[in-house]
């Protein structure tokens, strides 16, 4: 497990038009993204979760360049005391857009010196907590980043959504003399309704 470095950036992007375009990398297999959040639901500001991300290689071919970008995080969920196992390929960016900045991970999960081979998964996982500036629901992906393309660009983004539990609130209880008047009323109810069905005629003449 490691603390994660971060890095200053203008500007990134993480899902472009599937035209290949000048500095593109077009990858000559089929990778496919996970990724998974425990836990997701009923969450309280806090909750650590941890992630798991899992690239696939489908073949035909063996790549030595995958890389994965996630969506914008803002305050939704606290970076800076996040942990990682990901063979300290996992990185943190911030964007800096002069009025604001929000912050993006970024795995390397294949590289020159580490290359995926055909029908091997790789996974990392990522911990962080749960803040209170979290909406009901806040949805996380990852993916290619726009340069990054293989031969089957559907299954190249996956994404979960955390969901913050939700505060039922009680009833409040009926005092005494309320919870009597409510009975009496019942009551009365019951009886009238009963005194119409046995005398019909005493109310057809009221």
């Known amino acids: 497990m490691n603390t994660l470095g971060v890095a200053f950036v203008l500007g990134l992007a993480i899902c472009g ?10 990858l000559p297999t089929d990778v496919s993204v996970a990724l998974t959040a425990v836990p997701s639901a009923n969450l309280q500001p806090g909750d650590r979760i941890t ?16 890389v994965l970008v996630s969506s914008p995080i803002y305050n939704e969920l606290d970076v800076s005391n ?31 010196e580490s290359p995926l081979a055909v029908g091997e998964t790789r996974n990392c996982f990522f911990r962080v907590d749960y803040t209170p500036e979290a909406p009901l ?7 290619f980043p ?16 955390l ?4 505060a039922v609130k009680s009833v409040p209880a009926l005092s005494p003399a309320w919870l009597g008047l409510l009975i009496l009323s019942l009551i009365t109810a019951v009886w009238i309704s009963r005194d119409r069905l046995t005398n019909p005629e005493s109310f057809l003449t009221r």
């Open 163 to 166: 969901r913050r539990a939700v």
């Open 137 to 143: 629901a806040f949805p996380l992906a990852f993916g």
């Open 51 to 66: 992630f798991q991300i899992s690239v696939t290689n489908h073949g035909p071919e063996a790549v030595s360049r995958v």
């Open 82 to 112: 996040a942990s990682a196992d990901c063979g300290n390929n996992l990185v943190l960016a911030v964007v800096d857009l002069q009025s604001s900045f929000y912050y993006l991970y970024t795995w390397a999960a294949a590289t020159v």
């Open 146 to 161: 726009e340069w990054l393309f293989d031969l089957n660009p559907t299954n190249n983004l996956a994404s979960v959504s």
């Open 17 to 26: 038009s599937a035209s290949l375009k000048a500095g593109t990398v077009a």
